[in-house]
């Protein structure tokens, strides 16, 4: 099967699926997508000798071009790592049930449009939470509101500044995230 991978900044998820996958003899990260010419996932891509394409707004919600592009090379899931666009209706009825994102809060609190990056881990600690956690769940047409796949939490202490918060959503999801789409990939049929 072959996946490609959404993303808009660091990417550090984007790595932990490439070097999950690399050895993998039935799973391929076969295309880095982004919409951010300058995003560090290009760089990790590169490292990986993984091809990757940039597009801008208008290709990707005026034109069929990227879901041309996902046929052409017979992409047969999508995983968002970090993707900060809402995902146009195209391309959710190109790939039904076949693209999943990550959030960094225990959905369905502190999703939603603006709730990315340190928004969220700010919203959570303002509310005063005792726990965090992370959400792998399906993608409709709306920012995080698809079926929740698998959900993790983790323990927020009183002393805990927005460095520790972050740092212990981003370990979780490097933990997660490839073993569960490891998992549903298997699963799908060609
Ligand atoms: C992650 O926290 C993910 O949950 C959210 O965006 C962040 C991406 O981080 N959707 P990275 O680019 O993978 O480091």
Do not use: C
Request: hydrophobic share 40%; glycine share 6%; no cysteine.
């Amino acid at each position: 099967k072959r996946i490609a991978i959404f993303a808009s900044g660091s990417g550090s998820n984007a790595q932990k699926l490439m070097e999950h996958f690399k050895r993998s003899n039935e799973i391929e990260i076969s295309l880095v997508l982004t919409n951010n010419a300058d995003a560090y996932v290009l760089q990790r891509a590169d490292n990986f000798e993984i091809p990757t394409h940039i597009f801008d707004k208008n290709e990707f919600y005026k034109t069929d071009e990227v879901i041309d592009l996902l046929k052409n090379l017979e992409i047969d899931f999508v995983v968002l790592a970090g993707f900060l666009w809402l995902i146009p209706k195209n391309l959710i009825h190109a790939y039904p049930g076949r693209i999943v994102n990550i959030h960094p809060a225990i959905l369905p609190k502190f999703g939603g449009k603006g709730m990315y990056g340190d928004h969220v881990h700010n919203a959570v600690m303002a509310a005063g939470e005792t726990e965090g956690g992370i959400t792998i769940h399906y993608v409709n047409e709306n920012y995080d509101e698809g079926e929740y796949i698998y959900q993790a939490k983790y323990r927020i202490d009183k002393s805990d500044n927005l460095e520790m918060v972050k740092f212990k959503g981003q370990q979780l999801e490097h933990q997660h995230y490839p073993r569960v789409v490891e998992t549903i990939v298997k699963k799908i049929s060609k």
